[in-house]
């Protein structure tokens, strides 16, 4: 089982650094209250934190009144911090280690942000890259009234509760994400379509289908996106055949949480172990997210 119970240890940890932990689901998500980000965090705060995030997986802290330096700030307690070029910027980019998460565009019609209002199916963040980040976060600036939820699904559970035979057929078994194909199976424009054609050749690393978590010590599955995803030593159509079973395995709904968004939500996730989707919402509403990611120093293994 990987349900996660609160232990009368963990309890006094939190209770002595002034915060509540409350579980959201039996396998992943829990509700941090007492804690007001736009603060300082003192070492023994952020120790906790990091202790219920492990534990949880994915910490929504709500309420909160941040601004781009506060969430900076948090999030590069945890480690270096990526930066990303937006599509709109400013003349100078104070805060180059915020992702923009929005539908609107400028009044010249130029977008804010990325990824629109359509569903983003299930993946882990940039498992394209030879060291995908650690952690990912996401502040609900404005948020939709219906639609664009977030969910969660813990692959410690999709381990598991792996099926025997599957289990014994992928362990040891490498992964190739290729690095042209966004999650939803759409080429990037700056890549040529004939280096991506096969997924048994085209460019993109390779990490374990189960890799150890490099701090909980745990085993879970790791298989980033499903779109042209391979795994080398199988003929493309046996791979497909693996992928399909792990993935429909993995990605059961009755296993998920999903975030309703309210505004000032702040959502932190271990993207080591877990995978999330967006639901799709009409593209009339506004939504604004400040996405934050932490690198990782090492690769998955």
């Not at 990303?84 to 980019?93: M, V």
């Not at 980033?224 to 003929?235: E, L, T, V």
């Amino acid at each position: 089982m990987t349900t996660h119970f609160i232990d009368r240890s963990e309890n006094d940890l939190y209770e002595n650094a002034g915060f509540r932990v409350t579980p959201l689901s039996e396998r992943v998500g829990a509700d941090i209250f007492g804690i007001d980000l736009s603060r300082p965090v003192s070492d023994n705060v952020f120790e906790a934190i990091h202790t219920a995030w492990l534990q949880n997986l994915v910490l929504r802290f709500r309420g909160q009144h941040l601004s781009d330096s506060d969430l900076v700030r948090f999030s590069g307690m945890f480690g270096e911090l990526d930066t990303y070029t937006h599509p709109n910027p400013l003349e100078e980019d104070p805060y180059p280690e915020i992702f923009i998460v929005s539908n609107i565009t400028a009044e010249d019609g130029t977008p804010i942000g990325q990824l629109g209002a359509d569903a983003v199916p299930w993946h882990t963040d940039m498992s394209y890259t030879k060291k995908p980040p650690k952690m990912s976060t996401l502040y609900g600036i404005e948020v939709t009234a219906q639609g664009g939820e977030t969910g969660f699904l813990s692959m410690y559970h999709a381990y598991d509760t792996l099926d025997g035979n599957l289990r014994k057929k992928v362990e040891g078994c490498l992964l190739k994400q290729d690095d042209g194909h966004v999650a939803d199976g759409t080429l990037r424009p700056e890549f040529d379509p004939d280096d991506y054609a096969d997924p048994r050749t085209s460019p993109g690393p390779q990490h374990p289908i189960v890799r150890t978590h490099p701090e909980s010590g745990r085993e879970c599955l790791y298989l980033g996106k499903r779109n042209f995803a391979y795994i080398p030593g199988f003929s493309l159509e046996e791979s497909e055949v693996i992928l399909d079973a792990l993935w429909s395995h993995a990605i059961r709904e009755e296993f998920a949480w999903f975030n309703e968004w309210e505004p000032g939500d702040f959502l932190m996730w271990d993207n080591r172990c877990t995978m999330h989707s967006r639901r799709a919402f009409h593209h009339a509403s506004r939504r604004i997210h400040h996405r934050t990611q932490v690198k990782d120093t090492e690769r998955p293994r």
